[in-house]
């Protein structure tokens, strides 16, 4: 069923037949550390896919190097499991020559902020239709617990014994500062909220970005217990509602107030500050800057943020590439590559 409940349209004319989760699973063992949190991740984007009324043929799963980059091989679509931190090329490859592929990009904090920082970048600045989810877990898992480039300064592991001295990387900084169209943040313990946003950024057209904040539970267990547990997360995350105000806490009383461009919480109802002050989400705000200030905002001084930063329209690559295509073919004809080959200054040697 496409977005309107209509049936799609098969290859020989007739209605396609209505896909389930079961479809997308293949029959390869997931191989995965057990409690990982990547299973989390599979289950909900396994759940989201029949639902978007795409054939599986016309789906790619593309992936780098990493725990997460295993992906490709759980999803009965196209895949490729490509070379560290490359992913976003090759997707922007297969988009460019097949534009009516939906493109997913799965990726780790190592494999797209470290050696794969520049293709992830270019991949957002361009504005190609790629779906990029980031599985955060701010350490290398597949290689044993070295620090990555999200991983807190003064962390110790194995390839910082005393503490990393390396600041980190905010995944979501470097999406707004790249004019990423699409920037969302969710979490593997709320399946739910995941399911939700991986449904927001299959639909959005253009670069979407995504991150995961998973659980490694061998060598980095816990990373985010201190506001995703249950107990506390109404405490200590904050939902990104567009066009609602942004107000958290068990009893809904506190809020987000700008003081200039600085981000402060309030509680409503104290010192005279009503809901009027608080700041009201704008995901389609044209500029990003209020969204990256919300990007910014971490625990324990602020309230961590869930849910969609940014979803804003603007041409895509592969679109404004192919107009070029179309305009020099009607200017210059179809072309002819022997021709070309042999244009210009040509020389034999004997």
Known sequence: MNENGQAIEGANGHAAVKLTRKDFQTDQEVRWCPGCGDYSILAQVQKVMPELGIPKEKIVFISGIGCSSRFPYYMNTYGFHTIHGRAPAFATGVKVANPDLQVWVITGDGDALSIGGNHFIHALRRNVDLKIILFNNRIYGLTKGQYSPTSELGKKNKSAPM?????????????????????????????KHLSTIVDR????????????????????????????????????????????????????????????????????????????DILVHNEHAPEPN???????????????????????????????????ISAAIQTKGAGDLEKLLNSGETWFIN
């Open 201 to 276: 950024l299959a639909k959005h057209k253009g670069s979407g970005f995504l991150e995961v904040y998973q659980n490694c539970n061998i060598f980095n267990d816990g990373a985010f217990k201190l506001y995703s547990d249950r107990e506390v997360k109404e405490d200590r995350m904050i939902p990104l509602e567009h066009g609602k105000p942004l107000v958290f806490g068990k009893n809904k009383d506190r809020g987000i107030r700008l003081n200039g461009v600085t981000p402060e919480v309030v509680t409503i109802g104290e010192n005279g500050v009503t809901l009027d």
């Open 290 to 324: 209020l969204s990256y200030i919300l990007g910014r905002m971490q625990y324990p001084e602020f309230p961590v943020p869930m849910g969609v930063f940014r979803a804003v329209e603007r041409p895509t690559y592969e679109e404004m590439l192919a107009g070029q």
């Open 163 to 191: 503490g990393t001295i390396d600041y980190p990387i905010n995944p979501l900084s470097m999406a707004f500062a790249a004019e990423a169209t699409f920037v969302a943040r969710s979490l593997d313990v709320d399946p």
